[in-house]
């Protein structure tokens, strides 16, 4: 089993930046495949950034070109680097992690990090 904490979340003005991390734990491998997701309140969650099966990074369209997704197999911790953020970012991060092949929803969840974009 795999455990994520989540932390970096934090009230940020418009414009301003953030850097969210994301500690595993337990059996996790290398080769698992991590990413970032984010639910506002009333909506669904939805992916922000993700590695993928084939070693590709994607991202939501909102985010590109002012987010960067990035991970450290050394400390098993993934980053999510936020510039430019925008009041519409405003939403709990999760942490995903699944077997390579295998669907988020199979994977395992971190607890989430508050993130606020307001002035």
């Known amino acids: 089993q795999v455990q994520l904490v989540e932390s970096g979340g934090g009230l940020v003005q418009p414009g301003g930046s953030l850097r969210l991390s994301c500690a595993a734990s337990g059996s996790i491998f290398s080769s698992d495949i991590m990413g970032w997701y984010r639910q506002a309140p009333g909506k669904q969650r939805e992916l922000v950034a993700t590695?993928?099966?084939?070693?590709?990074?994607i991202y939501a369209g909102s985010v590109k070109g002012r987010f960067a997704l990035s991970r450290d197999n050394a400390k098993n911790t993934m980053y999510l680097q936020m510039n430019g953020l925008k009041p519409e970012d405003t939403a709990v991060y999760y942490c995903?992690?699944?077997?390579?092949?295998?669907?988020?929803?199979?994977?395992?969840w971190g607890q989430g990090t508050q993130v606020t974009v307001s002035s």
């Open positions: 590695f993928t099966n084939d070693g590709r990074t």
């Open positions: 995903n992690a699944r077997r390579l092949g295998l669907g988020p929803e199979t994977g395992s």
